[in-house]
C-alpha cells in the first residue's frame, strides 16, 4: 500500500494549535513531508523557542495520521521551532521580529531586574534576543549583566557608522550607561533622552533577532511616546507588585499602552515581589505586599497573567553582582523560564490573531 504526502497534509489539517486556534498546516507549521513506503518524515515549526505544548502537539500529529491515513505508519516527527513576526517591511530594525516594550506604573517594583531575567531566559531558551535599556535616567543594565565597564564598539555599514551592542549571557545589549562615565550626574532633558533611545533604535547593529525587549522608566514619559512614535511596538509587557499603589498605577500604564491614538497590545501583566519566600523554607510564602493585586489587574483589564516571581533575596543579590538569578538553578529561576515561555506564546499569539501594530504618527 502506498500514501502521499496530500494524505499526510490533510490529516494534520485536523489538527489545530491549542493556542493559535487554527490548523497546523494553514499556520505554515508542516514542513517537508517525506514518504518512505510505512516511513512518515515531516517537520513541525513550532512558534515559540521552548514551547511548552510540544509534547502535546506531537501527540496530536501522531493521533491523526495514526486514525485518518494508516495505523501502521511510522512517524519521524522533528520539532523545530520559528519565531513568527508581524512586523511591517520598514528598515529600521529590519532584523527584529519582535519588539516588546517593558512598563511598569510605579518606579522600583522590579521592572528591571524582570526584563533583564526575561532577555536571558529567552536567550537560554534558543530565542536571538536584544535588550535596549531605555531608563535613561537611571540605567541598570549595566550593573544587572556586570558589564558596566564595557564600551560598545562602531562599526560603519552601508555608509553609516552604527553602535555594535554589548553582548552578555546570549543577550545584545545597549544602555547609556555603556556611553557616559557611571558616577556622572548627567541630567537627561527629555529632548535628549528621546534622542539616545532613537539612536538605540536606528543607529546601532542589531542584526537579526527573534525579540528586542525595551526597558522603559516607570510612569509615562516622553520615552513612551518616542518609543511608539518611532517604531511599531508588537508587544507591552507590565510589570507591578501585588501592592494596591503599584497596582493602581500599573493600571494606568496599561491604559496608556491601550488608548487609541497609541495602540499596543498588552502581551500581559507580571506579578513581581508577589510573596517573600526564605531561600531555606521555599514552601513558606508571606504576602508582605498584599495577594493577587497583579492577577486581579490582569482579570479586571481582559489581560493575560504571565506569572509570579517570588522576593526573594538572591534575586537582590544577583542583579547587584550582576548574574542574573535565571542563570542558576532553582525555583526563582524556573519561575523567570515560566514567564519567559508564557511571554513568547503570548507574542505568537498576537501574531497568530491580532493586525501589526501601526507606529503612531507624530499629529500637532
Ligand atoms: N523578586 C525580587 N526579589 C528580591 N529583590 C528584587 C526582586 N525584584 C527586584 N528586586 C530588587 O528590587 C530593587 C528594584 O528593582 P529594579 O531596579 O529591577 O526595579 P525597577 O522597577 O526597574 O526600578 P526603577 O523604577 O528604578 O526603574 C533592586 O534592588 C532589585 O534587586
Known sequence: ????????????????????????????????????????????????????????????????????????LQLFINMTSEVTSVRDTSPLLAGVKNIIAVGSGKGGVGKSTVTSNLAVALAKQGARVGLIDADISGPSVPTMFNCEHE??????????????????????????????????????????ASSALRQFIGDTDWGDLDYLLIDLPPGTSDIHLTLVQTIPVTGAVIVTTPQKVAVADAKKAVSMFKQAQINVPILGIVENMAYFTPEELPDNKYYIFGQDGGKKLAADNGVEFLGEIPLVQSVRESGDSGLPVVMKEGKTSEAFHELAQAVARQVAIRNAQQEKTKKVEITT
Not at 173 to 180: K, P, R
Request: one cysteine or more; charged letters at 25%; proline letters at 6%.
Open 151 to 192: 564600551q560598545p564598539a562602531m562599526i560603519a555599514k552601508d555608509g553609516k557608522n552604527l553602535i555594535v551592542p554589548i553582548e552578555q549571557y546570549g543577550v545584545k545589549l545597549i544602555s547609556i550607561g555603556f556611553l557616559t562615565p557611571a558616577d556622572s550626574a548627567v541630567v537627561w532633558r527629555g529632548p535628549m
Open 1 to 72: 500500500m502506498s500514501f502521499t504526502t496530500e494524505q499526510i497534509i490533510n490529516a494534520l489539517r485536523t489538527v489545530n494549535d491549542p493556542d493559535l486556534k487554527k490548523d497546523l498546516v494553514t499556520l505554515n507549521m508542516i514542513r517537508d513531508v517525506r514518504i518512505e513506503g510505512m516511513r512518515v518524515h515531516f517537520t513541525v515549526v513550532l512558534t515559540t523557542p521552548a514551547c511548552p505544548l510540544k509534547e502535546v502537539i506531537r501527540q496530536m500529529c501522531v493521533e491523526a495520521i495514526h486514525k485518518l491515513v494508516d495505523k501502521d
